[in-house]
């Protein structure tokens, strides 16, 4: 059974850091694409970051270019999220999901994902 382990929310100060970790089990990611969305209550999941893992190539929401950084690691299977500069309005619930058609195709929608993690709340406030 595939299954995506996320791990690395919390709490942070405004400005702070934190590091969100995906890891797959059942099976690799090859040739898939992996990204984060986030959600807040009442709304729609909204797209964060993606990568196309055999490519490497990265995608980035308005909201956090150049502050979030998505990256992988081919040995442990898993994809991270670098988050920086961190802001209130990036307090949310962060889900990492897997495409594995791997095409660009529609890389922003959610409804192109096949499978999820279990979501990790980030919460940024003082």
């Known amino acids: 059974q595939v299954q995506l382990v996320e791990s690395g929310g919390g709490l942070v100060q405004p400005g702070g850091s934190l590091r969100l970790s995906c890891a797959a089990s059942?099976?690799?990611?090859?040739?898939?694409?992996i990204a984060w969305f986030r959600q807040t209550p009442g709304k729609e999941r909204e797209f964060v970051a993606a990568i196309r893992w055999r490519a490497r190539t990265t995608f980035y929401a308005d909201s956090v270019k150049g502050r979030f950084t998505i990256s992988r690691d081919n040995k442990a299977n898993t994809v991270y999220l670098q988050m920086n500069n961190l802001r209130p309005s990036d307090t949310a619930v962060y889900y990492c999901?897997?495409?594995?058609?791997?095409?660009?195709?529609?890389?922003?929608?959610?409804?192109?994902?096949?499978?999820w993690g279990q979501g990790s709340q980030v919460t940024v406030s003082s």
């Open positions: 059942g099976r690799s990611f090859s040739n898939s694409n």
């Open positions: 999901a897997e495409d594995v058609g791997g095409n660009l195709s529609g890389i922003w929608s959610h409804k192109k994902y096949d499978y």
